[in-house]
């Protein structure tokens, strides 16, 4: 199962996975669905199954990342003592999604505190990557906004 092999579980504790799995419940969702936006409680965790979910942050919902891999985790406030969401996330494309209840994740890994670190350094760890993905964002952002600058001084100014 993708879920089983996504980097978040990959291997730690067969019983452990089992259970955390089976605590799942897999719903899918249409293409333009909102599971959930910024400033909601943040009861719950998230992995993708398959489809294509937007997070975005911000007043104007600017996109931070694309998940797009089945077994990509999204939704993680919760579980890092946050109480509200910090993002929002929309299906771009029909999804199905298994949600975990954030009490659940955390009375799992207290249980069993050796794959219970393993499973909050992996999460930090993907966390990491998608803060150094923003960064290429900004980036991105930044050097097209230098070639529009160029681009209008260009037609004010002809040669």
Not at 5 to 28: A, T
Not at 120 to 143: C, F, K, P, Q, V
């Amino acid at each position: 199962m993708i879920i089983k092999q996504s980097d978040l579980l990959w291997g730690l504790d067969n019983v452990f996975i089992k259970s955390f799995i089976e605590s799942g419940m897999k719903k899918k969702h249409p293409k333009g669905f909102k599971l959930f936006s910024a400033g909601d409680s943040a009861d719950f965790f998230y992995i993708l199954v398959k489809g294509k979910i937007r997070l975005s942050v911000g007043k104007q919902d600017k996109t931070t990342y694309h998940v797009e891999h089945g077994g990509e985790a999204f939704g993680w406030s919760g579980l890092v003592g946050m109480d509200i969401y910090s993002a929002s996330a929309e299906c771009i494309e029909d999804s199905t999604v298994l949600i975990f209840a954030k009490e659940f994740i955390k009375e799992v890994t207290s249980d069993n505190p050796i794959n219970g670190m393993r499973f909050y350094r992996r999460l930090a760890r993907m966390l990491g990557n998608r803060l150094i993905h923003s960064y290429s964002l900004d980036d991105e952002d930044a050097i097209y906004h230098e070639h529009s600058i160029q681009a209008g001084e260009a037609m004010q100014h002809p040669p």
